[in-house]
Structures are given as C-alpha cells and as structure tokens.
C-alpha cells in the first residue's frame, strides 16, 4: 500500500507521511482508524522505527493524526468535519491570516530574546548572551519554609486573587527598600508588576500615540525599543559617553523634538555596562523639567554595585514627580518568580491600574506573598550580600580572562562596569560580527552582537558579555575560545583582503 | 503628565467603585466572579511546591521560554485534545498569565482603530475593557437561550459586505459554553451553524472558555475546534476556575503560526509566566489529575445554582425572567424595562447584598435593566437570604411602577 523509493532524495520518513496524508485526505483512511503500530509499520517496509516515528510526527502536526492511549496513533476523529464543512476532500487552504494582523503586530517581529534565551538553556553551550543572574543563588532554604508556613496558616487565602495594585504588605515592603535608598514615597504611589517588562509595556500603552517621539539611550535594552515601536513610537536615540547619556545631544535634541518621554537605564546599562554621573543625572533633570517631558528610569540592575560609591537615583533626586521609576526583583533574586514594580506619581499609577486590570488582572498572589516575607525575615539583605560577592569575583574572573586571551595584534578593549551583568566589549572593525557569531557558534559560545541594541544602522563593532550565567570555569574557558574564534574571524578578512583584486577602469 | 489617546477610552468602571463596599463581610455578594475558596487543595499543592524546590529550584526559578513550560504545555495539550476533541500538540499551546491576558494579546495581535470586533450580545466585561484600548467598534450579535443566533450573525455579516465593511471585521469573540455574564451554553446544533457562517464569511474566532468544565448535568460541550479544519478558532483557556485564580495561569491555544505570533507578543508584555507556578500546576495535574477537583466544585456549585433557582422562583416577581445555568458560576435576570438595575444596586447595597448590573455587559450600552448573580460564592443559606432581599426591593419597584 505505500511505497517507498530509497533512490529518492526526498527523506523516507516524508515520503511515507505523504502517501498517508493522501489516503486520509481521500478518505482512504476514514477519521479514527487505528494506524499500524510503529514497530509493525517499520517492519513492513523494511525502515527504521524512527523513520515510522517521524512520519507520525509530521502527521500529528498537520492535525492529521492524533495520539490516543490504548490505541496508538489513529486518524483524527476531528477531520469527519472536514467533509461536512466543504463537502470535499482536498486539502483545508488556510486563512490568510496576515491581513488580519494589526499594524501595531507588523512591528514587532524579532523573536532574539527567545532566540538568546533558548541558547541559555541548551547545555552544550557556553552563553555570555542571557542577562541571567547566577541561577545557583537562590535563598532555596529559605523559600521552602515560608512555602510551608504560609500555606500551613493561610490554606487557600495566598491562591486567590489580590488587589490589582499589588499585595499591600509587599508594597509596604518595597516602599521601606526604597527609603533605604533616599526614594521617600507612599504605598499609593507603587503597584506590583509581572516583571518590570510590564512597566515597559504599560509605559509605552499609556503615554504612545501612533507617531509620538521617545528617546532612549543607544544602544539600549532591546525589548523597551521594540515594545514603544510596537506601539507606534519614533524612538531615537541619544548617545553616550563614559557616564551616561550625552546631555549635549539631549539639549540638542529636546529642541528640536517634544518626545512624550526619555527612557533611561542609569545604572549599570544594559548593554554597555556605565553608570551616569550624579552631575548628569541632575542635568537630566533640569532638561526634563524645562521641556516638561517625563523620564522612565528602568533601575533593573541598581542593586548590583561592586565598587564604587552609590548614586542616588532620578527618582530620588526628583522634585517635581516627573520620574516613572521601574525595578525588579528578577536581577538578585528568584526572576522566574516574575515580581516587578514600578514607583510613580498617583495619576500615573492610576492609569497602570487600568492597564493591569485589562492585562493580567493582578499579579501571581502565591509569589507576592513568598517574596514579602522573604523581605521581611531580613534574609533579603544577607542573600544581597552574597549576590555582590559572587557576582564581583565572576566579573573579575571575565576581566582577567579577556586580558590574559586576548590576542596581541589586535584592539580589542572593554568598559569595566562596577556592577551588573555585563560588559561590553570593543572589537577591531575589520571583525565582521556575522561572521564572529558563526566562528563562536561553531565553538559552541554564544554572546550579544552590538546591532540588537541599536534602532538604526550601527557602526558600533562591539559585543555584550554577561559574566553571571555561565560558572567561573565556563568563564575563562569561553572567553578563551571566543577570543579564537575572533582572531579565526580577522584571519579570514585578511585572507579575502588579500584575494581580492580591484578592478581597474579601462582606459 | 499627557496620556495617550487609548487611556481615554479606559475609565476605572464605576461599578468596581460600587462593589468595593460588597467587600465588607457583612454584605452578601453575588457581585465577583470568584470561584469557591474552600475546594482549593493547599495542603497538595505545599507538598508540590516542597518537592520542586528540592528537586528542581534552578528550573524553576529561572527565567525560560517565552511559550512556556513544556511539560505543561504538552499536559493541556493532551487534556484538551480529550476534552474537546482537538488534536493539538505543545506547539498549539502558548501559556498566558491567565485568560484575560489572551484577552488582551488578541486586541493587540489583530485590532487597529475602528476595527470591527462582533461579540455576543451581551458579553464578558473584562474582554469588551480590553479590546477598547485598542480602539475598536462594536457590533453585537443577538442571543437566546440556546446561545448565538445564526441568522442574526449572517445578516450582520452579509450587510457588512454590502456595505463593504467586512475586511474590518477582524473577529468575532464568544463564550459558548456557560457564558459570562448570562450562564447559557450553545447547544450543538447552534454550534455546528455558527461554524458554517464563519466559514462562508472566513472569520476568526476567539473561543473564550473559562468555564467548559464546570457542567453540572451531562457531558462537557465539545469546543467550536470540533468543527474547525481550517483552524479558524483560537481557543482560551484558564486554570482560574477549576484550580485557583491567583497563580494567573492560562493558556492560548490554536493554529502554530499564529500562536507564534502571540509568542512575540508575551515577549513584549512580560517576557514569560511565571516558571515555579507552571510547574506546580504541571506536577499537580501529573500526580493528581484535575478530576476529583473539578468533580467536587461542580457538585458544591451545582447545590447553590439550586437554591438560588429555587428562591428566585420563590422569591421574585415573576415579571423578572431568569436563566437557568446548567453549569458556571453565573445567572442573569432580565427585570421590565422600566427597571435601571443601577438604581437597584444602589438600594440593594442599604440592605447588604451587592449583584453586577447587567448594563455594563453590552459594549454599545442599553440594557440596564439586567442583572448578573453570582452564585459561587456563598454559602447555600446566604444565597437564600441575598436572593430574598434583592426581592423584597425589586419587587416593590416592580408594584410601584405599576400602580
Ligand atoms: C534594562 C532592563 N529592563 C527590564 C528588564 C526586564 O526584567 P524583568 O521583566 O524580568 O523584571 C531587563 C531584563 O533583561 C532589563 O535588562
Ligand atoms: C469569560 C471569561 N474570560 C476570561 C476570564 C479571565 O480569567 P483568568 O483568571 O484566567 O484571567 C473570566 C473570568 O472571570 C471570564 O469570565
């Protein structure tokens, strides 16, 4: 009944899901029956069990074929429908689904942050590309009592729904971790989010018209850009220098553009690493009030200082509430639990309650509730300690790697940041990125190339490192091969440099 | 500070305003939707919790996959295949926080302004909220007892192509089973029709399914998939009602290429759900099942549909014309139309029982003289009490009106 032909270049296991998908769609194979078992089918046709496996697949995915326990594969029961609806066998076309999608949809299709985190997650690579913090560190000891605690006294009551602003007693503890930093405001003034990413996207809901400017730093983290562009923003880029944003194109720019508000990371940048200077971020400040635009401080990483003396924050030194301010817990501590906040005026945190309301209603109760307690038995502060302590000696441990690899002949340099997840490393412009990720990826490390973080064309050849992810000994071997493979990459340009013939006008 | 254009088109509702007093203990609520407390299984779920984060704590409080937990994912999958005769694998199924996220994501996957959304007439509050920040119209489509009218659906669908309006028509979103804010479901025969118009028109469709489950008398309905070659339907789905609501776990579940765009859409939103929550439910579902959970919440639910039936047959004018649940959390009066059910709130709340006015489920407004009753939430006694009040009041508005 099938035939399979090994001359054919199409693969076995395709060639025999075809065949079969015909006599499903010709009703050969009526919706239920029972398919050969594997191993039968297999013997049969003399083939492999898994090329049998895949055929089933492939079947399974087109909906042709379903799983059922007992009876092994059968023909879905679903497609007697098929007949009913189009009183045919060919077939379904399917919906040309892209007209449909919303302008807003058509703007955001970079999936890299999956693309990164996947990376991360496969074991045989080495990822200086994930900004995860070190994943042995979580205060486990800790988290397993409150879980049995707090379930112990509240049964159910930590399961159900919470006020859409946040757990108040987690508010009331985040606004005493904010006093501790000079950030002196109510609990009115704070809601809980789904991680901080979702102060981004209420930011970018709440103020972006269709059209509207907003600067951000450039580079910048790449999910804030492309979620403001998502919503119709032009976003534009501001330089920087050592210490954060140039407040010379800021003064420039703010007089030319009225953006609807500028969006910085002053602490620890992602990706570059530096932290503003306390004179800008007081410039800063005066330039936004003098233009009326609000700032939105994203404070992921303000936690995380190694050396150094503290800044305060542009929400600390604010005086005329025009800071939206945004952290998380997801860069010190546990992020899968997905606990954000954001700090702002009233009239702000207002319409975010809104947003809330129509996005996620509130915020996982079970994790409000474990995190607040874990704030309150003062574990936070010595579980902070030790995050600093270990994040430090893996930063130095890339620092002392990437100058004991690095290659003699070539200029390669880096920003030394005094706290975060990453440094951001220069490479020689001959180095063409396209070709460096292949050469790492062939040595199975995968890092962040500079255009991710840019919203135009970028002549920047620099690279994003975390040193958090990967173990101490992860480290040093990575940064050696990746230091490899960019001498492998600037050998092959000189070769084509040297292959290459101009082609002289004839005259 | 200037806000944008879609905020003004999303008031804080009053009604929320009206029903934060109904929180108060000694108000007897029909007001939220909120599933019975006292069926949750805290002690299971601590010993799941315990053991994921002996077993497993990296994973678990790490950062994964925007789609969500696989495992997870692979459970729905095979759970809803069961149930609702599809045949989708992990890749159909992309976990939100919660339904109401799908909700949100699907305004922002296909609505532009003046975009054409159909719904049912009326329809869920929170979903008619959320796809107003996306700017969009309105039509509502007629129902009955029996769920969506056919013939009302087609008219408005041929009419839209008269009148060239039918490429903003981007979707039509229903509950077909145990429906918000009505508690009707679809019989089959109005299942199998409706499908036949939305393929003559190819029109997407939001099957919004919190509560198929929840059947107090026969089989769970087959979902609008059963009838779906062409992958049409997008399905929600949501572990709020025969789990708990404060994990916010739900899932989307439909055609891959699509589910990959709502992917890109969570990635913005909020990167992922959170991880230790999904495995907490994956392990539970894995260890226990979801059966005896759901066998024990239908049985206490269907107990208070009864009562609350019966007392409104005892109780209440007969002029007030009232579903009959045969599952879900909801029931909805239809008071004459000279009664504003605002109003009546307004004098209920004096005599400590809250209900939904019903006005706020119909997105181009009207109908203010309907009424949604939870019946989930309290006890059989205070239903009993709550429904003899809201009698007592509207009753006499009823004699007074006309006399
Ligand atoms: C600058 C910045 N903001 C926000 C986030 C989002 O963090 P979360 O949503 O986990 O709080 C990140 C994560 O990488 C980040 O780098
Ligand atoms: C029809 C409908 N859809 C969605 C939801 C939201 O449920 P979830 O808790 O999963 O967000 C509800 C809850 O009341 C509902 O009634």
């Not at chain 1, 405001?185 to 989010?193: C, H, Q, T, W, Y």
């Not at chain 2, 004096?350 to 109908?367: H, L, M, T």
Request: some cysteine; charged content about 25%; hydrophobic content about 35%.
């Amino acid at each position: 009944m099938i035939n399979i032909d090994r001359e054919n270049s199409t693969p076995l296991y395709m060639q025999i899901k075809t065949q079969l998908k015909d006599m499903i769609l010709t009703g050969k194979l009526s919706p239920g029956y029972k398919l050969p078992p594997e191993r039968k089918l297999a013997d049969i046709l003399n083939v492999n069990r898994s090329t049998i496996l895949n055929a089933y697949r492939e079947l399974k995915a087109d909906n042709l074929a379903i799983s059922t326990v007992g009876q092994g594969t059968i023909v879905n029961p679903a497609l007697g429908s098929v007949a009913n609806i189009n009183n045919s066998n060919i077939t379904p076309i399917q919906l040309p689904w892209k007209h449909l999608y919303s302008k807003m949809m058509s703007l955001s299709s970079d999936t890299i942050t999956q693309d990164i985190l996947e990376l991360a997650n496969r074991k045989d690579v080495i990822s200086f590309a994930a900004g995860i913090a070190i994943p042995e560190l979580n205060p486990l000891e800790e988290l397993k009592k409150i879980n049995e605690e707090l379930i112990s006294q509240f049964k159910h009551v930590p399961f159900q729904h919470t006020s859409t602003q946040g757990y108040y007693p987690l508010r009331d503890s985040i606004r005493n971790l904010m006093q501790k930093k000079g950030i002196i405001i109510s609990n009115d003034e704070i809601m809980i989010l789904s991680g901080s990413q979702q102060g981004l996207d209420f930011s970018a809901r709440a103020f972006i018209n269709q059209g509207d400017i907003v600067f951000t730093e450039e580079p910048s983290y790449f999910c804030a850009r492309q979620i403001f562009e998502a919503f119709g923003a032009n976003v534009i880029g501001i330089p920087m220098d050592d210490d954060g944003m140039s407040m010379e194109s800021l003064s420039y720019m703010l007089s030319r553009f009225k953006p609807k508000f500028i969006y910085t990371i002053p602490n620890f940048h992602n990706p570059t690493g530096i932290t503003m200077s306390l004179e800008k971020r007081k410039k800063l400040l005066a330039l936004s009030y003098k233009h009326q635009t609000p700032i939105l401080e994203d404070d992921a990483y303000g936690e995380l200082r190694y050396e150094g003396e503290q800044i305060p924050s542009l929400k600390a030194l604010d005086q005329n509430n025009y800071v939206v301010y945004l952290s998380t817990f997801s860069k010190v501590l546990f992020m899968g639990l997905r606990i954000g906040w954001v700090a702002a005026p009233k009239q702000v945190i207002q319409q975010f309650k809104v947003l809330k309301q129509i996005s996620d209603v509130h915020t996982n109760s079970f994790s409000q509730w474990c995190l607040d307690r874990l704030i309150r038995e003062n574990n936070y502060s010595n579980h902070i300690q030790t995050v600093l302590k270990e994040n430090k000696r893996r930063r130095d441990i890339m620092l002392n790697s990437l100058n004991r690899f690095k290659p003699q002949n070539l200029e390669i340099s880096w920003i030394i940041p005094e706290g975060g997840l990453y440094i951001w490393c220069s490479l020689p412009d001959e180095i063409d990125q396209k070709e460096l990720m292949k050469n790492a990826e062939e040595k199975r490390i995968a890092f962040v190339p500079a255009k991710v973080f840019y919203s135009e064309d970028c002549d920047d050849n620099c690279i994003r490192l975390n040193f958090t992810f990967p173990s101490p000994n992860q480290i040093e071997k990575g940064i050696q091969l990746l230091m490899e493979a960019i001498t492998d990459s600037y050998k092959e340009k000189q070769n084509e440099a040297n292959s290459y013939t101009e082609i002289k006008p004839i005259v | 500070m200037e806000f944008s254009e879609r905020m003004s088109f999303l008031i804080a509702s009053e009604i929320r305003e009206l029903l934060k007093i109904s929180d108060q203990p000694d108000i007897i609520s029909f007001g939220g939707g909120l599933p019975s407390p006292e069926v949750f299984p805290s002690e299971k779920i601590k010993e799941i919790l315990n053991s994921i984060l002996s077993t497993n704590p990296v994973k678990a409080l790490q950062y994964s996959t925007t789609e969500g937990y696989t495992p997870l994912r692979k459970a729905i999958a095979d759970r809803i295949n069961c149930s609702l005769y599809t045949s989708f694998t992990t890749d159909n199924i992309l976990i939100t926080s919660g339904s109401q996220q799908g909700i949100d994501f699907t305004g922002k996957l296909f609505i532009d302004k003046d975009d054409i959304i159909l719904c049912e007439s009326p329809t869920y509050l929170s979903a008619i909220n959320a796809f107003k920040a996306y700017l969009p119209k309105f039509i509502e489509v007629p129902t009955d007892d029996d769920g969506i009218i056919p013939d009302e659906l087609e008219a408005i669908l041929k009419n839209a192509q008269k009148s060239s309006l039918l490429n903003r028509i981007k979707l039509i979103y229903v509950i077909p089973d145990f429906h918000n804010p009505t508690g009707r479901t679809w019989t089959i025969e109005r299942r199998k029709q409706f499908m036949e118009i939305v393929y003559k028109y190819k029109l997407p469709v939001i099957e919004d399914s919190p509560y198929s489950e929840l059947v107090f008398e026969g089989d769970v309905f087959p979902s609008l998939k059963k009838w779906d070659p062409e992958e049409l339907v997008i399905s929600l789905g949501t572990f709020s009602k025969v789990l708990c609501p404060g994990f916010r776990i739900g899932w989307i579940s439909g055609n891959k290429q699509i589910i990959y765009k709502y992917v890109l859409i969570k990635q913005g939103a909020d990167l992922q759900t959170s991880n230790l929550t999904q495995m907490c439910i994956y392990e539970y579902i894995d260890k226990y099942g979801l059966e005896e959970d759901i066998e024990l919440i239908r049985a206490k639910y269907k107990k208070r549909r009864d009562v609350m039936y019966s007392s409104i047959k005892k109780y209440m004018s007969p002029e007030v014309k009232s579903t009959y649940p045969k599952g879900g959390m909801f029931l909805w009066l239809k008071a004459p139309e000279y009664i504003n059910s605002r109003d009546l709130l307004e004098r209920c709340l004096e005599n400590k029982v809250a209900f939904v006015p019903g006005g706020a489920f119909f997105p181009n407004g009207g109908n203010e003289n309907t009424l949604r009753l939870n019946f989930s939430n309290m006890c059989e006694e205070r239903i009993e009490e709550g429904i003899r009040r809201i009698s007592d009041v509207l009753n006499k508005m009823i004699i007074k009106a006309t006399s």
